[in-house]
């Protein structure tokens, strides 16, 4: 079973039921009327993709439509009632395997179009649900050895990761014992020795037949994903390293095996098994890497709903007796009426029809404060609902923003070249370079007089030192290193892009919630009752506000809104850190009534009835606020918090300021990013203008958006790469788009999985201070990179000319190739201190 979208489409609607059309940044819809300015060009979703647009210019971007057509390879109009699914494809390891699973997909009847990427090991198929055959597509990508599977089945995952080590061991194993043949009965003769071992009662047949089994169980099963490269590449007509690596092991082979038949014993099995260990342990590491990737869309698709309960009964309205079934997504259409219950979340975006609960936006929007929505308010798909029950009138196409989300991840993630990709480029170059010298130096021999023998051998040296494992080394064995630093120093790397990019990155965008703040709703302070000078309610001048906390946590526990949890854990707090007035009295939920707006009810005798919450709500339960409390609550306003006021008696008592707090070292870390101003700092975040009002004063901080939904996060990375490579910073999985659109993403281990899968690094158990660490490091990994590859194509510059001249054998040429990568491995082993 694969995982199944509709076609991508807008969705939603405005306050009046029907968006006026697609914002010109995010592609969201856009309120009637749409938000506009009169500088700018273009209608937008909200202040926020204005505000971007009018900073950063409208940067050359195509269509999104035909770009996604371009991507998918899509020659034609796909039809409205086309579906996508994603399957995983165990076995792609370069760019040919993904232009031949994109390829062969596109040839399967009823498929309008296909997209693999070896980025992810995944393929992206749009198809006609009447015609395609999809078990089909998967048999056949089967008998190329490519298999597939449901994203979402982390087990599959784990034993694919399963057969990959068994590959490597068991190749490791039947390697070892080919060399150790050679160390006791064939080196010695070869610049002869006797024996380590007497042969006796073994002749060399015998000897020579073990090394070619073993041998050939190396080269045709653990070898088995290279010689399949290498035959793909000839099917798509794009020569890569795989075709190199296969030529020059598949030859030594070959020549060895018509040596012992011809009796002769200087044979090169050894240069076989040396050749095919070595790349295989490099793609092994790779192939781990690049699961992280598939991770990602996997998790992200999890969060989707996949069902809805739709009414089937009753008036348009609601009203009169309705029965309720369960549908699949597929079959709701615009206007349906669905049933949303508390901790689910909304199957797709539309309009709240009847109910008023909190809903939890943090996954789509990044919101930290859940917002109150009311009959005639717009819901997003991939929502939560967190307090009361809710009915949705479906809005258009009956399309969800959080299914956009795994369209939008998809075509950033794989869109993203790595290292390999670099280097498949190449080797359209270098393989058919070295196949033209080895025929060259071949015949070239031939001419000056030499044998047959002689000239194959000549030519196959020139294979031999010239296959590029120590190119292919490079780049995996110092990031290796530098991973392991790093994890000393808390910081999980997910991807070599971090060695590559962060060196040169020009712009950093810090999201703000969760990243330069805690991202926890939690009291910041208590504005008590000290200007008065007391009252029959046995209130004493000072007062702190703890009586009033204390009350208001009482009757906060019956309700499940995020602020009302944060009020509580606020007075256990106190009642933990030894405050006496903070005891938290016990109200009945008989006494207590949960309101839209806040909680009232009767907490003892003394106080009578306790009204906590919004301050219209106490202004309409008859409570005045006191004028300190008006300012409280403008104060915490203008720094982005809620204020959360308690009263009771005709007046207020306390004002209870709930938001969250910045980090304590986001102002230095920003300083150190900001490098004396080498690198420009922008703060992103999905939240009011108030709330990020106080980044916009630090020095570094270059630009502050707020009020940016998801898609324009995502959107406004890639504009910010006009200026130059950009990394992201961020923690939520609505920054997860941002983070993969960036050059570089790093995401703090105390925020979501989608988000860490996302990123290129993780922050595990550290702050942000850790951030200024990723930078330094990356640093002293770059410079050994290149180190790497200065020598691998030095080598190579050097070798394959002297093998082209004869003046080096295949035994020789094994051995230069090996301490080649041995000089790769001990530079990538060296302390980066």
Same mark, same amino acid.
């Given at each position: 079973?694969?995982?199944?979208?509709?076609?991508?489409?807008?969705?939603?609607?405005?306050?009046?039921?029907?968006?006026?059309?697609?914002?010109?940044?995010?592609?969201?819809?856009?309120?009637?009327?749409?938000?506009?300015?009169?500088?700018?060009?273009?209608?937008?979703c909200?202040?926020?993709?204005?505000?971007?647009?009018r900073?950063l210019g409208?940067?050359?971007?195509?269509?999104?439509?035909?770009?996604?057509?371009?991507?998918?390879?899509?020659?034609?109009?796909?039809?409205?009632?086309?579906e996508r699914t994603?399957?995983?494809?165990?076995?792609?390891?370069?760019?040919?395997c993904?232009?031949?699973?994109s390829?062969?997909?596109?040839?399967?009847?009823?498929v309008?179009?296909?997209?693999?990427?070896?980025?992810?090991?995944?393929?992206?198929?749009?198809?006609?649900?009447?015609?395609?055959?999809?078990d089909?597509?998967?048999?056949?990508?089967a008998?190329?050895?490519?298999?597939?599977?449901?994203?979402e089945?982390r087990?599959?995952?784990?034993?694919?990761?399963?057969?990959?080590?068994?590959?490597?061991?068991?190749?490791?194993?039947?390697?070892?014992?080919?060399?150790?043949?050679?160390?006791?009965?064939?080196?010695?003769t070869?610049v002869?020795?006797?024996?380590?071992?007497?042969?006796?009662v073994?002749?060399?047949?015998?000897?020579?037949?073990?090394?070619?089994v073993?041998?050939?169980?190396?080269?045709?099963?653990?070898?088995?994903?290279?010689?399949?490269?290498?035959l793909v590449?000839?099917?798509a007509?794009?020569?890569?390293?795989?075709?190199?690596?296969?030529?020059?092991?598949?030859?030594?082979?070959v020549?060895?095996?018509?040596a012992?038949?011809?009796?002769?014993?200087?044979?090169?099995?050894?240069?076989?098994v040396?050749?095919?260990?070595?790349?295989?342990?490099?793609?092994?590491?790779?192939?781990?890497?690049?699961r992280?990737?598939?991770?990602?869309l996997?998790?992200?698709?999890a969060?989707?709903?996949s069902?809805?309960?739709?009414r089937?009964?009753?008036?348009?309205?609601g009203?009169?007796?309705?029965?309720?079934?369960?549908?699949?997504l597929?079959?709701?259409?615009?206007?349906?009426?669905?049933?949303?219950?508390?901790?689910?979340?909304?199957?797709?975006?539309?309009?709240?029809?009847?109910?008023?609960?909190?809903v939890?936006?943090?996954?789509?929007?990044?919101?930290?404060m859940?917002?109150?929505?009311?009959?005639?308010?717009?819901?997003?798909?991939?929502?939560?609902?967190?307090?009361?029950?809710?009915v949705v009138?479906?809005?258009e196409?009956?399309?969800?923003?959080?299914?956009?989300?795994?369209?939008?991840?998809?075509?950033?993630?794989?869109a993203?070249?790595?290292v390999?990709?670099?280097?498949?480029?190449?080797?359209?170059?270098?393989?058919?370079?070295?196949?033209?010298l080895?025929?060259?130096?071949?015949?070239?021999?031939?001419?000056?007089?030499?044998?047959?023998?002689?000239?194959?051998?000549?030519?196959?040296?020139?294979?031999i030192?010239?296959?590029?494992?120590?190119?292919?080394?490079?780049?995996?064995l110092?990031?290796a290193?530098?991973?392991?630093?790093?994890?000393?120093?808390g910081?999980?790397?997910?991807s070599?892009?971090?060695?590559?990019a962060?060196?040169?990155?020009?712009?950093?965008?810090?999201?703000k919630?969760?990243?330069?703040t805690d991202?926890?709703?939690?009291?910041l302070?208590?504005?008590g009752?000290?200007?008065?000078?007391?009252?029959?309610?046995?209130?004493e001048?000072?007062?702190?506000?703890?009586?009033?906390?204390?009350a208001?946590?009482?009757?906060?526990?019956?309700?499940?809104?995020?602020?009302?949890?944060?009020?509580?854990?606020?007075?256990?707090?106190?009642?933990?850190?030894?405050d006496?007035?903070?005891a938290?009295?016990d109200?009945?939920a008989?006494?207590a009534?949960?309101? *839209?707006?806040g %909680?009232?009810?009767d907490?003892? /005798?003394? $106080?009578?009835? =306790? !009204? &906590?919450?919004?301050?219209?709500?106490? #202004?309409?339960e008859?409570?005045?606020?006191?004028?300190?409390h008006?300012?409280?609550?403008?104060?915490?306003?203008?720094?982005?918090?809620?204020?959360?006021?308690?009263?009771?008696?005709?007046?207020?008592?306390?004002?209870?300021?709930?938001?969250?707090?910045?980090?304590?070292?986001? *102002?230095?870390? %920003?300083?150190?990013?900001?490098? /004396?101003? $080498?690198?420009? =700092? !922008? &703060?992103?975040?999905?939240?009011?203008e #108030?709330a990020a009002?106080?980044?916009?004063?630090?020095?570094?901080?270059?630009?502050?958006?707020?009020?940016?939904?998801?898609?324009?996060?995502?959107?406004?990375?890639?504009?910010?790469?006009?200026r130059?490579?950009?990394?992201?910073?961020?923690?939520g999985?609505?920054?997860?788009?941002?983070?993969?659109?960036?050059?570089?993403?790093?995401?703090?281990?105390?925020?979501?999985?989608?988000?860490?899968?996302?990123a290129?690094?993780?922050l595990v158990?550290?702050?942000?201070?850790?951030?200024?660490?990723?930078?330094?490091?990356s640093?002293?990994?770059?410079?050994?990179?290149?180190?790497?590859?200065?020598w691998?194509?030095?080598?190579?510059?050097?070798?394959?000319?002297?093998?082209?001249?004869g003046v080096?054998?295949?035994?020789?040429?094994?051995?230069?190739?090996?301490?080649?990568?041995?000089?790769?491995?001990?530079?990538?082993?060296?302390?980066?201190?």
């Open positions: 079973m694969s995982t199944t979208t509709r076609s991508r489409g807008s969705a939603g609607g405005d306050s009046d039921g029907d968006g006026a059309g697609g914002c010109d940044l995010c592609g969201l819809p856009t309120p009637t009327p749409p938000v506009t300015g009169d500088d700018v060009d273009g209608e937008f909200c202040r926020g993709c204005l505000e971007i647009t900073a409208d940067a050359a971007s195509a269509d999104p439509e035909t770009v996604e057509r371009e991507l998918a390879g899509e020659a034609d109009e796909v039809p409205g009632d086309a994603y399957m995983a494809v165990d076995g792609m390891h370069c760019a040919t993904e232009a031949f699973v390829g062969t997909a596109r040839t399967c009847e009823g309008y179009a296909a997209e693999a990427s070896y980025a992810n090991d995944m393929v992206r198929v749009t198809y006609d649900p009447e015609t395609a055959d999809l089909g597509l998967s048999g056949t990508l008998r190329y050895g490519y298999g597939t599977r449901d994203p089945e087990e599959a995952a784990e034993r694919s990761d399963n057969q990959v080590a068994r590959f490597v061991i068991g190749g490791g194993v039947f390697g070892m014992m080919v060399m150790l043949w050679y160390v006791l009965f064939l080196y010695p070869y002869g020795f006797q024996p380590v071992v007497e042969l006796g073994f002749d060399g047949i015998y000897i020579l037949g073990n090394i070619w073993m041998t050939s169980i190396v080269l045709f099963y653990t070898g088995f994903p290279i010689l399949r490269g290498a590449s000839l099917r007509g794009q020569p890569n390293m795989d075709l190199l690596v296969s030529l020059a092991a598949t030859s030594a082979y020549y060895s095996t018509a012992v038949l011809v009796g002769e014993t200087h044979v090169y099995f050894d240069v076989t040396a050749i095919i260990l070595v790349v295989t342990l490099g793609n092994y590491y790779e192939d781990r890497i690049k992280k990737a598939a991770g990602m996997s998790d992200l698709a969060s989707r709903v069902e809805a309960r739709r089937v009964a009753g008036d348009a309205d009203s009169g007796d309705t029965a309720v079934e369960t549908v699949a597929d079959a709701l259409e615009s206007d349906d009426l669905v049933e949303v219950r508390p901790g689910e979340r909304v199957p797709v975006d539309g309009t709240v029809r009847e109910g008023t609960a909190a939890d936006e943090a996954l789509v929007t990044g919101e930290s859940p917002r109150t929505k009311r009959p005639g308010d717009d819901v997003l798909g991939g929502t939560v609902v967190t307090d009361r029950p809710l009138a479906v809005g196409d009956a399309a969800s923003t959080l299914d956009r989300l795994v369209e939008l991840l998809w075509d950033i993630q794989s993203r070249s790595g390999q990709r670099l280097a498949d480029k190449l080797a359209t170059i270098f393989v058919p370079t070295v196949l033209v080895a025929a060259v130096a071949f015949g070239w021999t031939l001419v000056r007089g030499g044998t047959p023998t002689e000239a194959l051998l000549v030519g196959l040296t020139v294979l030192v010239s296959c590029p494992c120590a190119l292919g080394l490079a780049t995996p110092a990031v290193s530098g991973i392991k630093e790093a994890a000393s120093r910081i999980v790397v997910a070599e892009a971090v060695f590559e962060v060196p040169d990155v020009d712009v950093v965008v810090f999201d919630t969760g990243t330069l991202g926890d709703m939690a009291v302070r208590v504005v009752d000290g200007e008065n000078s007391g009252g029959d309610d046995g209130s001048a000072g007062d702190d506000g703890s009586d009033a906390l204390a208001a946590a009482a009757l906060e526990r019956f309700s499940a809104h995020p602020l009302a949890t944060a009020v509580v854990e606020a007075a256990e707090d106190r009642i933990e850190a030894g006496a007035n903070a938290i009295p109200v009945s008989g006494d009534t949960v309101h *839209d707006r %909680v009232s009810g907490v003892d /005798g003394e $106080r009578g009835r =306790v !009204v &906590v919450g919004h301050p219209s709500l106490l #202004r309409d008859g409570v005045t606020l006191a004028s300190a008006e300012a409280a609550v403008e104060a915490a306003r203008d720094e982005g918090a809620v204020p959360v006021v308690v009263g009771w008696g005709g007046r207020s008592r306390a004002v209870l300021v709930v938001g969250d707090e910045p980090r304590e070292a986001w *102002d230095d870390v %920003v300083a150190a990013v900001a490098a /004396g101003g $080498r690198r420009e =700092v !922008v &703060v992103l975040t999905g939240d009011s #108030r009002r106080r980044f916009r004063d630090h020095p570094d901080v270059t630009d502050v958006f707020a009020g940016v939904p998801p898609e324009a996060k995502a959107e406004t990375v890639e504009r910010l790469r006009a130059g490579t950009v990394a992201m910073v961020g923690d999985s609505n920054d997860a788009p941002a983070l993969a659109a960036a050059d570089i993403g790093i995401a703090l281990g105390t925020g979501t999985d989608i988000a860490g899968d996302a290129d690094a993780v158990g550290r702050d942000i201070d850790a951030i200024p660490e990723v930078f330094s490091l640093t002293g990994v770059n410079r050994r990179i290149r180190g790497n590859l200065a691998a194509f030095g080598y190579n510059a050097v070798a394959i000319p002297l093998a082209a001249l080096l054998n295949p035994l020789f040429a094994a051995v230069a190739m090996g301490t080649s990568s041995l000089l790769v491995v001990a530079n990538s082993a060296r302390s980066l201190d």
